[in-house]
């Protein structure tokens, strides 16, 4: 089954925690055990799993990313968000997640996150899930 929820970003460049809309979801589709698939259908944004406590850990991250793939730079893309599409790129589209006892299964520290790259925008979050044991 799929559903999916929104996300309106508000900068170029920012991190959001979805995990706690994910959560609803679960909770929404009485989902006890089973996959979650997450997946953003957009080329200048991703989803990530790491650190969901300190925010810092996040300035970071896309601080190196954009000293890697610098937003100004000489790219042959002509639509000027090169460096959104290189970072997405390298970070990627999708994660699985594991919902047991109607819960996300998640390290203490973890947090799942939509990264935006060439925003402000309106970003559509699909989220496929399979049941590995039945409602009670």
Not at 2 to 12: G, W
Not at 79 to 85: K, M, R, T, Y
Not at 97 to 114: A, C, N, P, R
Not at 119 to 128: L, S
């Given at each position: ?76 893309h002509p ?7 290189l970072k ?29 790259f060439d ?18």
């Open positions: 089954m799929i559903k999916h929820i929104s996300v309106t970003t508000t900068q170029r460049i920012e991190c959001i925690n979805i995990l706690d809309q994910l959560q609803r979801l679960v909770e929404e589709i009485k989902l006890k055990d089973g996959i979650l698939l997450v997946y953003v259908p957009h080329t200048t944004c991703a989803i990530t799993i790491n650190e969901g406590c300190d925010p810092t850990v996040f300035q970071d991250i896309l601080f190196k990313l954009t000293d890697v793939f610098p937003v100004d730079d000489t790219y042959v639509e000027g968000n090169s460096d959104a599409h997405a790129a390298l970070m990627g589209n999708q994660r699985f997640m594991f919902v047991h006892d109607g819960q996300i299964v998640k390290g203490t520290w973890e947090s799942i996150f939509l990264l935006e925003g402000p925008r309106t970003r559509r979050i699909f989220v496929h899930y399979i049941r590995t044991r039945e409602k009670e």
